[in-house]
């Protein structure tokens, strides 16, 4: 399968690099930044542009690794192309693909960067034919042993449930950085029980695995943290909106 891959941003880094792990080698990588485009291509040994109309005649298939904004205009550029077009965003419907005669959606459900892309990812399909999924179906079979048939709404909750679970987490990373920089704490002393955090939740359900003071009632525990942050705003507001939230989560979840 011939493959072009629009966008040089992380998904397109993460797909590009995973395909080529495969043998699926991609053709080109058009970005509308060509030293991007470039970047990206020396990786997968491939050739770049940065115009739409350098797409091979003979692609047949074309990943729209871009911005959710950019999506129904590149698909509009590309609706005279012959070869499956697909986004892969997780919240752009399917419809925003149109105007391509064969389209459909090549999500991978996974947090890309290109600098430590991951090794595994399940991946979410949409397409407007059985035999356009099929196409997508088989290339997906290759990269990841988790391969659903998810359309645009059910994507939507999911994407949206997958934002919250790890930009939300990873925020509260970086603020606890900025608290253990501010305290002069030791950088690595919470290691252990991040690990054991995570490790708990791979096997349980979250709800059992809840601990600490606003699971207890401990009002005078909270009130004491809530004033040792009095000069930390942002992290005091995420303090007390997730001791509120805790005690009532276990509050309704026990009287359910």
Do not use: W
């Not at 509260?172 to 704490?185: C, G, P, R, V």
């Amino acid at each position: 399968m011939k493959i072009c891959i629009v966008g040089s941003g992380n998904v397109a880094h993460g797909l590009g690099l995973a395909l080529n792990k495969k043998g699926k080698l991609v053709d080109m990588v058009i970005s509308k930044t060509l030293d991007h485009a470039q970047a990206l291509a020396k990786k997968l040994s491939c050739n770049a542009s940065n115009h739409l109309a350098d797409i091979p005649k003979d692609t047949e298939l074309c990943l729209l690794a871009v911005p959710d904004n950019q999506i129904s205009a590149i698909a509009n550029t590309l609706s005279t192309l012959n070869a499956l077009v697909a986004h892969t965003s997780g919240s752009t419907d399917i419809k925003a693909l149109q105007s391509c005669k064969n389209h459909g959606v090549f999500y991978p459900l996974q947090t890309f960067d290109k600098h430590h892309p991951p090794d595994y990812f399940p991946l979410l399909l949409e397409a407007n034919t059985k035999k356009n999924m099929a196409k997508l179906k088989a290339l997906a079979m290759l990269l990841s042993d988790r391969v659903y048939s998810i359309d645009s709404e059910k994507r939507r909750d999911i994407h949206l449930g997958a934002v919250i679970l790890n930009n939300f987490t990873n925020h509260l990373f970086a603020q606890i950085e900025k608290y253990k920089a501010k305290k002069n704490i030791p950088p690595n002393i919470y290691s252990a029980l991040q690990a054991l955090t995570f490790e708990k939740i791979k096997n349980n359900k979250a709800s059992f695995s809840q601990t600490g003071p606003a699971l207890r009632g401990d009002q005078n525990t909270i009130k004491t943290h809530l004033t040792l942050l009095d000069q930390q705003k942002e992290l005091k507001a995420l303090y007390a909106f997730f001791s509120e939230s805790i005690a009532l989560f276990a509050k309704t979840t026990t009287d359910a």
